[in-house]
């Protein structure tokens, strides 16, 4: 299973980006259910989830500017992030769990990041 992110660029503060990720291959099950960013010197954070049952979870620091939705017949989801500020530029990365088999543990898979950068 391979994840793949797209949608981030350049944007000026107060704009709008919409991030995808796309799940590939073959399992038994996957789950995309994540988004995190990892800002140059910084630890990587989480930035919007789904929850085992379906609820949404965001970091403080976007909450009322980001959603996260996702397409389960797509096996996509989305991040949409409005009104951007320079300190949302990161390295924004997708999260799935996937499982090959019924029975089997549950193992993560990240995408390889997208780059998005807020600067005038």
């Known amino acids: 299973v391979q994840l793949q992110a797209s949608g981030g660029g350049l944007v000026q503060p107060g704009g709008s980006l919409r991030l995808a990720c796309a799940a590939s291959?073959?399992?038994?099950?996957?789950?995309?259910k994540a988004w995190h960013r990892q800002a140059p010197g910084n630890q990587r954070e989480m930035v919007a989830v789904?929850?085992?049952?379906?609820?949404?979870n965001y970091a403080d620091s976007v909450k009322g500017r980001f959603t996260i939705s996702r397409d389960n017949t797509k096996n996509t989801v989305y991040l949409q992030m409005n009104s951007l500020t320079p300190e949302d530029t990161a390295t924004y990365y997708c999260?799935?769990?996937?499982?090959?088999?019924?029975?089997?543990?549950?193992?993560?898979?990240w995408g390889q990041g997208t780059l998005v950068t807020v600067s005038s």
């Open positions: 789904f929850s085992s049952s379906g609820a949404t």
């Open positions: 999260v799935a769990d996937v499982r090959n088999a019924p029975g089997q543990s549950w193992r993560s898979v």
């Open positions: 291959g073959s399992a038994y099950s996957i789950n995309v």
